[in-house]
């Protein structure tokens, strides 16, 4: 747990990998740690919220997933941009958004973080940098470019970071964008979570290149970058040297990271189209466990780990309770804020 | 007849189209092996095999581009744009290239595709999942336009729009897709531009289309009973072609229009007729023409706002009442 | 006063902004180095430098998207889109994102973009780059829709387009690049929402936008000569906000209504208007509501063609007589 | 000029090619020559015409990018499809179709192909498989497309070549058209002309990458392919290669031809954008003038060229006439063939 090592995590296909690193400080360990387990409480509970019919309109998990919004969380800078898609609430969570926003959103209470305009699908916190939550399939990725052009127009250092599906890479406001950020050189980071999913149709069967995301990096002349989605202490190491390049004026970065989701896409599926031994390799390879192990292997305790853990769980629970107890939002909402001025008058 | 719901009547009339005609092929975002997200394309794969039951990547400009190449080279394909709201994102497919390419090339090509996509609000999806935007289509000349509301129009109108030589915008109202409905034995095809009374009055017409339809007939009721308001209901089903010797001729004979729309109110298909009728029977009416629409702004996700903003049977009752003073 | 052509009005307005505020930045194709394909941008890029001015790739979805981004993040971006046709190919941009994400977020972000495009017919460029579709624009609901149709409004209302905190599409009517006009001397800042009156009238209302103001003014002066009828002409300038109050009084005042619109028939503009005059002065009026629009068909490139299709002084005449009785 | 032989022209820089090889038949290389020829002479006619105000509304000439059209269109069999941009006269005439229609429709005349109601940006003549010129840059890519997967569907073997600029490499619709038609494996050739500029706008100014098409290719799993697009004899055997490979039922490729426009983008143009030095060399590579070198050194003969530029000169001269004495059409059409009906009613 000591020397820095210049670890290049590029290019490397997922798979079991210990002691991969002793840079990483204790302090940070811990906050992936707590991160994850965040991410993961709140997301089961949202679950539970929907089976209770408390949880209206849709919403998309990412459980599994998370050690990448983990790693990108804990590595950004707060002033730092998140664009993310309808599966958000983790990349929204990790800025330090509140659970009972999150919560409330979903259900759609008052508390929620646009008191239930936007929904699950568009989660939104600009004062910790959320900027919002696109659910139109490749749309935030040219926008994350333009937060990207407006940081370095200002002077202010801040990147963009812009999470999408290895779905989106087909789409044509992926290349556009990617090729604009590239010739523009913005400070912008785009994460491909490749799941190996889209909806319900698997991506291989609609993709040309057998890495969506890292194949085409050569097309924007960038560096392919493919990582261990589900290894936090990866994303965390790949995201501060993308953040670092994108900070110092040196352009953004692509990067497919690879993992998948432990459920259905969204809550009206129940996955079936997935081959059992997929999904049971893949729940083998769980980022939440296996750092678990490995933080236990790095000399942490159980014991510290436990109170994460029960701290976390605590969290969930009063959030949860913070939600169910705020009232819907009034109606009158509705016609508002379609306009700066507040309103949504169209005529004189 | 047998009972099914709107959502198997779409799987029901493609199919009829499919066995009858060769020609005829289906694409979209998980239309195949999973059915489509709405489930309403379950079992074409299996029934016509992927040659002509297709899995798209999310590309929906090459969807329609494909359709569109397709069309002009003697298939007759059915695409599916998942929700309606991306139509936005291959928009230029559809109001640039399928709508204007007839004409352009002096009638030397036909578009005859379908592009088939779930419409409407209703289940708490936010503002980018629930837009009604049949007027969009409407607004571009070189398109046709079909809005069914019961599971047997689904099967009808879908057939005549595959049958039909030119580019059909086919909306699914996904606020119906559970809703159920007789459909008749046996192959069923109906004709484009043709409206429906689906209830004849005297005092007004309300016309309306879609997931409106109901509601209107359920404002019908309520009229009939508590005000003893007896009103005309008008399906429209088709917004191109208009059926305006329908739309004209019930107006005419009620002197009131009220037109219940789901979709915002600036440039909606009601303004349209509105203008219509203002111009081709102004001397014939009694009464201010009202449209009862959603407002103008985004639509909210929580339940309880967004079915405050949704024309209601309520606010449909209320306005009428106003029109008849 | 001096007089400037409404093309050189544009760079005009743009320079005036992106002097006053350092926060405005220029995008588009071809709008630095070569000062705009329509030439509406020359002198841009020299007098504001690279960092404000920029060219970029064939990639509207990204031109959009990346205003956008910058809007909501303390910018005020203009991006142009060459050709108001081209809006298809990034309609996803504008509708579902930039039109709504105020909204969705509660009002967390704001969007203070203007989107300036090349819009309407005349130069023989045939379907794909003459259409007028302003009133696409305006059926989205949180999009602010302009249009001017003289040198001084191109300079005053984009002033106040580039100062509103929302979202502006700024129609400018390429027929009338090469028109002339007075503009204030100094900063000039128009007022969005406000029609204007360009001619007092008794006896009917012509309301007209873009390029038709001309042709309402001139058809208006035919019939005052010819026919001794005299005619109100407003301009609406703004599409949304609408200025209702404006024509309301004009129509109440005058008892009859002619749309003017460029665009095709069906939800265009006029239905809009037609439909609130038909509601909100039902017992005011003297005559049905008129609409002269362009035939509801794509629009062919042949001179003669494209002049036959659109709205014509005669046409606008014949129909106004006709109003008249 | 006898044994055939197995040319690899992938991947070659553009620049002065003699013995390039010795496979083509002296017909065929004298129907590239015609071809040339009358491209040349048709669009300086519609310059000239132009200049006259004979010719309405806007048109873009591929004077110096004869090369391509000319080397793909007599490689193609008749029932192949054509799709090409506002700039493409030259794609449209090497498929047959008559010079006075061409003319006519730029005129804006009742014998124009779609008696004026296209214009020039819109020349089509389905019945030589020119199916459409596209004005909005990329939109024909997925058409293309389209019809290739008709084609195979309808097991025709036809194949579907679609031309388009090195501007159109940057938008939505390539990536889109490129990657499903590599996943479906369609018989469709995509040919992009780079003439290193947009309108007025070089393309490497906004481009990721050197060779906007080429060094795209891989992110569609296809091989790069870059030719000198001003070698007519280079054009036509990567044209039989790409037509081959479609037909045999092997998928797409994706072509870039290098070469170089000599006037402006459109008929506003002056091209003043454009470094004097760079005109002047690419002037120096025409493709017309050495093309005729080299079939001067290869023992054609001086009598049988100068023959075919006079009958090339006279075709243009006697379709000028022609669609000079074509009326304007009647404008009863302009109301016409919005539907298969024939008609335009939107009501009933
Ligand atoms: C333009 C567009 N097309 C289709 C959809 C419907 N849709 C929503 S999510 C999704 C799958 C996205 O897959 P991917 O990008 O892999 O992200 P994941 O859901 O796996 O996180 C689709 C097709 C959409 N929202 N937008
Ligand atoms: C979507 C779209 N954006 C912009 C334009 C305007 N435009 C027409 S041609 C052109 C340049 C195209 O360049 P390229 O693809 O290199 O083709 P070239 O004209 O050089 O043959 C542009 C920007 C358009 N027609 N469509
Ligand atoms: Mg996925
Ligand atoms: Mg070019």
Redesign the interface.
């Known amino acids: 747990m000591t020397n820095p090592q210049a670890s290049k995590p590029k290019a490397e296909a997922p798979g079991p990998k210990e002691d991969i690193a002793e840079a990483i400080a204790p302090a940070t360990r811990l906050k992936l740690f707590r991160s994850q387990l965040e991410i993961r409480y709140l997301e089961k509970r949202a679950y539970d919220l929907f089976l209770q019919n408390l949880v209206?309109?849709?919403s998309h998990l990412a459980l599994g997933q998370e050690a990448v919004a983990a790693g990108f969380g804990v590595a950004m800078r707060s002033d730092d941009?998140t664009?993310c898609t309808y599966r958000g609430h983790a990349h929204t969570l990790v800025r330090g958004v509140s659970m009972a926003g999150i919560l409330g959103e979903l259900m759609?209470?008052d508390c929620?973080?646009?008191?239930?305009?936007?929904?699950?699908?568009?989660l939104?916190?600009?004062e910790h940098g959320v900027?919002?939550s696109?659910?139109?399939?490749?749309?935030?990725?040219?926008?994350?470019?333009?937060?990207?052009?407006?940081?370095r127009?200002?002077g202010t250092e801040q990147v963009?970071v812009c999470f999408f599906g290895d779905?989106?890479t087909?789409?044509?406001?992926?290349?556009?964008?990617?090729?604009?950020a590239?010739?523009?050189k913005l400070p912008v980071v785009f994460v491909c979570e490749n799941n190996l999913y889209?909806?319900?149709?698997s991506i291989e069967?609609?993709?040309?290149?057998a890495h969506p995301a890292a194949?085409?990096a050569?097309?924007?002349?960038?560096e392919p970058v493919l990582i261990d989605g589900n290894d936090v202490e990866a994303v965390y190491r790949i995201a501060l040297q993308a953040l670092a390049k994108a900070r110092r004026g040196e352009g953004p970065s692509l990067i497919e990271a690879q993992t998948y989701r432990h459920g259905g896409h969204s809550r009206?599926d129940p996955a079936k189209?997935r081959p059992r031994k997929e999904v049971d390799a893949w729940l083998a390879r769980d980022p939440i466990p296996s750092y678990r192990q490995r933080l236990l292997a790095l000399g942490f305790s159980e014991s510290s780990l436990a109170e994460i853990e029960q701290e976390a769980q605590r969290a969930v629970d009063q959030a949860t309770e913070q939600a169910k107890a705020s009232p819907?939002?009034p109606?009158d909402?509705?016609?508002?804020?379609?306009?700066?001025?507040?309103g949504?008058?169209?005529?004189? | 007849m047998a009972e099914l719901t709107y959502r198997e009547a779409v799987a029901a009339g493609i199919a009829q189209e499919m066995q009858r005609d060769p020609r005829v092929v289906f694409l979209g975002e998980d239309v195949a092996s999973a059915g489509g997200v709405f489930k309403t394309t379950e079992g074409l794969l299996q029934k016509f095999g992927p040659d002509r039951v297709r899995d798209t990547p999310i590309s929906e400009q090459a969807i329609l581009g494909v359709a569109m190449g397709a069309a002009m080279t003697g298939l007759r394909p059915i695409a599916e744009i998942m929700f309606s709201d991306f139509l936005a994102v291959c928009w230029d497919m559809v109001a640039n290239q399928i709508a204007k390419t007839r004409y352009m090339t002096n009638g030397q090509c036909s578009f005859p595709l379908v592009i088939r996509t779930a419409n409407g609000a209703g289940f708490r999806f936010g503002a980018q999942h629930s837009q009604s935007v049949e007027s969009w289509a409407m607004a571009v000349p070189g398109l046709k336009v079909v809005a069914p509301s019961t599971p047997a129009d689904v099967i009808g109108l879908l057939a005549a729009a595959v049958r039909d030589p030119d580019p059909v915008l086919f909306f699914e109202q996904k606020s119906l897709y559970a809703t159920k409905g007789e459909v008749p034995d046996g192959e069923h095809v109906d004709e484009l531009g043709k409206a429906k009374v689906r209830r004849a009055g005297e005092d007004v017409t309300l016309v309306a289309l879609g997931a409106m339809v109901a509601r209107a007939l359920e404002a019908a009721e309520r009229l009939q009973s508590e005000n003893g308001i007896s009103a005309t209901v008008v399906d429209l089903r088709t917004l191109v072609p208009l059926d305006t010797q329908t739309i004209l001729s019930e107006v005419k004979r009620t002197g009131r229009l009220v037109t219940v729309e789901e979709n915002p109110r600036l440039c909606g298909w009601g303004a349209e007729v509105a203008s219509i009728v203002a111009e081709e029977l102004f001397y014939d009416l009694d009464a201010p023409i009202v449209r009862v629409t959603t407002p103008h702004a985004p639509l909210p996700a929580a339940d309880n706002l967004e079915d405050f903003v949704l024309p209601s049977v309520e606010k449909i009752v209320d306005r009428v009442r106003m029109t008849l003073g």
């Open positions: 209206k309109g849709t941009y664009f759609g209470r929620g973080l646009t008191r239930g305009k936007g929904g699950s699908m568009h939104t916190s600009v900027m919002g696109y659910a139109i399939v490749g749309a935030h990725l040219p926008i994350a470019a333009g937060a990207a052009w407006s940081a127009y200002r963009a779905g989106a087909n789409i044509g406001a992926f290349h556009e964008a990617l090729n604009l590239a010739v523009w889209m909806e319900y149709t069967t609609v993709t040309a290149v194949d085409r050569s097309a924007y002349g960038l009206a189209y819907v939002p109606t909402i509705a016609g508002r804020d379609v306009w700066a001025s507040g949504s008058e169209w005529r004189n």
